[in-house]
């Protein structure tokens, strides 16, 4: 069975600077992982994903998340955080062959100005 | 949101009702998801669907029930065998392979009074 963690409920970061948004899985077999980003009372928007090949992947908005199957890591990040990149982020797995996907608790990242 | 529509927004119910959630798609995809979210939990899933007519139960099905006549629709009943039934609802869906990211709707909130 799959599993997701996000070891952060809270990521507080100040605007201009690098942010990162941690997220750790486990699987049986390989992954298929999957970053969502929400806002308030709204439904989730996909932001990026891995499948297979490059271990750093880049998605919308500016936002990128790195592989790393030692580590069973995949990391969200972006070099310059904007005020309005605040939200509630949620990473996700599926393991090849499972029909369902396992999301994470979420992590609040606030961007202060 | 994409193409997925959910209704109505807000939901009011009074014990020992059921309730039916609407979640409408215009993206042709084959799959479907409702998901329940509560504060500090992420999302878990309460039934998917593969393909028309058929549909299986996720981690937490039971108190709720759903038909998949169309492609285009998945409607999820509360029924009063859920025992805390308010939260916010997410319906998804997908083209339909595990490769494949999931699409949401702006979610329905359900409020037992």
């Known amino acids: 069975a799959q599993s997701v963690a996000q070891p952060e409920d809270q990521v507080n970061v100040a605007e201009g600077n690098p942010l990162t948004v941690k997220c750790t899985y486990s699987?049986?077999?390989?992954?298929?992982l999957f970053w969502y980003v929400q806002y308030p009372n709204r439904g989730l928007q996909f932001l990026l994903k891995y499948i297979t090949g490059d271990n750093l992947v880049k998605g919308s908005y500016g936002f990128e998340a790195e592989f790393n199957k030692s580590q069973t890591s995949f990391h969200l990040k972006k070099p310059s955080a904007l005020v309005s990149d605040s939200a509630l982020y949620f990473c996700?797995?599926?393991?090849?062959?499972?029909?369902?996907?396992?999301f994470g608790a979420g992590t609040r990242l606030t961007v202060k100005p | 949101d994409g193409g997925i529509t959910q209704s109505p927004k807000y939901l009011f119910r009074k014990e020992g009702q059921n309730v039916t959630l609407s979640c409408e798609q215009n993206?042709?995809?084959?799959?479907m998801y409702w998901y329940r979210q509560d504060p500090g939990q992420g999302l878990r899933l309460i039934y998917y669907s593969q393909i028309v007519n058929d549909f299986q139960k996720g981690d937490i099905a039971e108190g709720y029930s759903v038909s998949r006549e169309k492609k285009e629709s998945f409607p999820l009943t509360v029924t009063s065998a859920q025992k805390n039934p308010t939260a916010f609802y997410l319906c998804?869906?997908?083209?339909?392979?595990?490769?494949?990211?999931?699409?949401f709707g702006p979610g329905t909130r359900l409020t037992v009074l």
């Open positions: 996700a797995v599926r393991d090849t062959g499972s029909n369902d996907m396992r």
């Open positions: 699987v049986s077999g390989n992954p298929y």
């Open positions: 993206l042709n995809h084959d799959a």
């Open positions: 998804a869906s997908s083209i339909g392979q595990l490769r494949d990211e999931q699409f």
